[in-house]
């Protein structure tokens, strides 16, 4: 609260005091006063009326700095009203018994907000699981199919079925510290699972995979690495050069005490443009556009999951050459060498 711009919002009083020290020496005279006394009779009132408006000041002064204070550093700004003390004086009086109905009302909002999100993801976990059930009764009634039409069904379904794990890992995501559970894991297990699991995807690319240095081990959630790596994989396959060899190389290395997972690919790779955006949420970029229809949700979740899992992740590529995608374990509450 400025001093210079409170003295101008109490101009008016200033002005109307003005006057009443004129009125009051003019009738002072008017009696033939003697000049000593109306100079301490003007002096006393001059000196009151300056005590009452810097007392004034300080006191509002000091709420609205306070006021002031915790806005600029709470983040629930919803409770300031709860956090401050209540004023002396009549206006201050007004503001907090409004700051406070306005922080209660929006509480309440947000409270019934977060309630309809959780009751959303709710159904949107039931709703994956029940989708995922017929889909994986269709896997199996195509599974011995050989057929170019049985191939084509399979591979949508896989798809369809690799979106369905997106969505449910999404939802999952914002909380997912709940259900991490950390232990030692072994790169080589990890990968190998994966690998099964998208076997059909990697064998009909034609992928030479060329996998060294996984027998270590990292402390990490083996589910949701499962899953992160998983993504990084599906972009290779869904980025893959359209004619030649097509390689994958899977490969881990320590480093200062450090272990860096390797998944790098001679595909289409990225735009430098693109590059610093590809963990940006719903981010397609070029080759979103050029191949097939992205979400650009695989690596943003990729993203999310390494960093609450206390994990980074990086990005190196070159356009028609390579990407490779980085993940570090450090040496930290989630690594053990």
């Given at each position: ?12 009083e ?24 109306i ?40 409770l ?21 109905v ?55 379904l ?12 999404f ?23 994966v ?19 996984l027998?270590v ?33 899977v ?65 190196e ?21």
């Amino acid at each position: 609260m400025e001093f210079g711009k409170y003295v101008k919002d109490r101009r008016a009083e200033i002005i109307f005091g003005a006057l009443a020290f004129a009125i009051i020496l003019l009738l002072l005279l008017a009696f033939h006063t003697v000049p000593a006394l109306i100079i301490m009779v003007l002096a006393v009132l001059f000196l009151f009326m300056v005590v009452a408006f810097l007392w004034d000041y300080y006191r509002k002064r000091s709420f609205y700095r306070q006021l002031k204070e915790n806005l600029e550093n709470l983040d629930k700004k919803n409770l300031t009203a709860e956090i401050i003390s209540k004023p002396d004086f009549y206006e201050g009086q007004i503001l907090h018994e409004t700051l406070y109905v306005m922080g209660k009302s929006m509480t309440e909002q947000i409270s019934r907000a977060e309630q309809n999100v959780i009751d959303f993801k709710d159904y949107v976990e039931m709703w994956v699981h029940e989708a995922k059930l017929p889909v994986a009764a269709l896997l199996l009634q195509n599974f011995n199919r050989d057929s170019e039409e049985s191939d084509q069904i399979k591979k949508q379904l896989l798809k369809l079925d690799a979106y369905t794990e997106q969505i449910l890992y999404f939802t999952r995501s914002e909380v997912a510290e709940k259900d991490f559970l950390i232990k030692q894991v072994s790169l080589a297990k990890v990968f190998g699972s994966v690998a099964a699991k998208m076997r059909e995807e990697l064998q009909d690319k034609k992928f030479d995979i060329q996998v060294s240095g996984l027998d270590v081990q990292v402390m990490t959630d083996s589910k949701w690495m499962e899953f992160v790596i998983a993504q990084l994989i599906s972009n290779s396959i869904k980025y893959c050069a359209k004619e030649g060899e097509r390689v994958l190389e899977v490969f881990a290395e320590e480093k200062d005490q450090r272990v860096q997972l390797h998944v790098r690919d001679n595909g289409i790779g990225i735009s430098e443009a693109d590059l610093p955006r590809i963990f940006e949420k719903s981010f397609t970029g070029e080759n979103g556009r050029l191949r097939e229809k992205s979400t650009g949700m695989g690596l943003y979740i990729a993203r999310n999951l390494c960093r609450k899992l206390g994990h980074s992740i990086t990005a190196e590529s070159e356009q028609g050459k390579y990407t490779e995608i980085t993940i570090t374990f450090s040496q930290n509450d989630y690594y053990r060498p």
